[in-house]
């Protein structure tokens, strides 16, 4: 039976050097219940490593955990990287990890935390996370779906690391199943001004980075369970399945 789905694809956790170290796994799992969301996908940059933590938090909870990453191509185009598995989601880690050249200056970046799901810190990540890996954007594309993932576009409305504001056009050979918008730009307008990307399904998430973020923004998705392989049916448009584009 086909049903409603509250998603956000696109959440931050404290390992990521720009969120806020109050994005720890017990606390962001609370925070996305309190928003009445059913599915969130963790997509920190460049990294999975508190993701476990994050579906350990979830366990016994009404909250579907995908498990994810916000990869930077060589041209500094962002791109959501989504998984049903750990497996899956480490098998592309490790690709990325073996791209990303540097080291984080945490006074520059900020602190880079892996925290369990009970609070505790497990280890602090000294990879240039915020950093661009030296994989173009189709080769990061075509790894992703190697994985069994999808691959969304990130922001495409926001000048920077976006794949309009940094190359200006979607290359139809680039096969992304969808594209990201953000809530200031909404469906309505993202569809007026990308009239050309009419063939595209286009999602809205909150990118959250901070916990008061979470539940501003998110997807209705008409799906038969919480799986990769419902939503990648729902953004081809296929057996019913489909986004509702109207702001949550």
């Known amino acids: 039976m086909l049903k409603f789905f509250n998603c956000d ?11 806020d170290l ?10 996305a219940l309190e928003s009445r969301l059913d599915i969130i ?15 350990k938090a979830a366990q016994g909870r009404k909250l579907h955990v995908l498990p994810g990453m916000e990869i930077t191509t060589s041209e500094e ?11 899956n989601l480490a098998g592309m880690q490790s690709t990325i990890y073996q791209h990303l050249q540097g080291e984080n200056d945490e006074r520059r970046f900020g602190i880079q935390a892996i925290v369990n799901e009970k609070g505790e810190v497990e280890g602090i990540n000294n990879k240039l996370l915020i950093g661009a890996t030296d994989l173009p954007l189709n080769e990061v594309i075509n790894c992703i779906h190697k ?6 576009a990130a922001h495409i409305d926001r000048e920077s690391f976006s794949v309009l504001g940094q190359l200006g056009f979607i290359d139809k050979k680039i096969k992304f199943d969808a594209l990201e918008i953000t809530p200031a730009m909404g469906f309505k307008k993202a569809r007026i001004k990308y ?8 999602i809205i998430s909150s990118d959250s980075h ?7 923004a998110a997807t209705r998705v008409l799906l038969e369970e919480a799986s990769v392989a419902e939503l990648k049916m729902a953004f081809a448009r296929q057996n019913c399945r489909c986004v509702l584009e109207e702001e949550c």
């Not at 185009?77 to 497996?87: I, Q, R």
């Not at 990307?197 to 286009?202: G, I, P, R, W």
């Not at 901070?210 to 501003?216: E, R």
Request: charged share 15%; net charge negative; aromatic share 8%.
């Open 210 to 216: 901070y916990l008061k973020d979470i539940g501003m």
């Open 77 to 87: 185009v962002h791109v959501l990287a989504v998984f049903d598995s750990l497996e």
């Open 41 to 55: 996908a963790i997509c920190d940059h460049n990294s999975s490593e508190n993701v476990p933590y994050i579906i």
């Open 195 to 202: 009239r050309e990307l009419c063939n595209y399904t286009f």
């Open 147 to 152: 994985w069994n993932g999808l691959a969304i």
């Open 22 to 31: 109050d994005m720890h796994p017990a606390a962001l799992v609370e925070k």
């Open 9 to 19: 694809l696109h959440i931050h956790t404290c390992l990521s050097p720009c969120a």
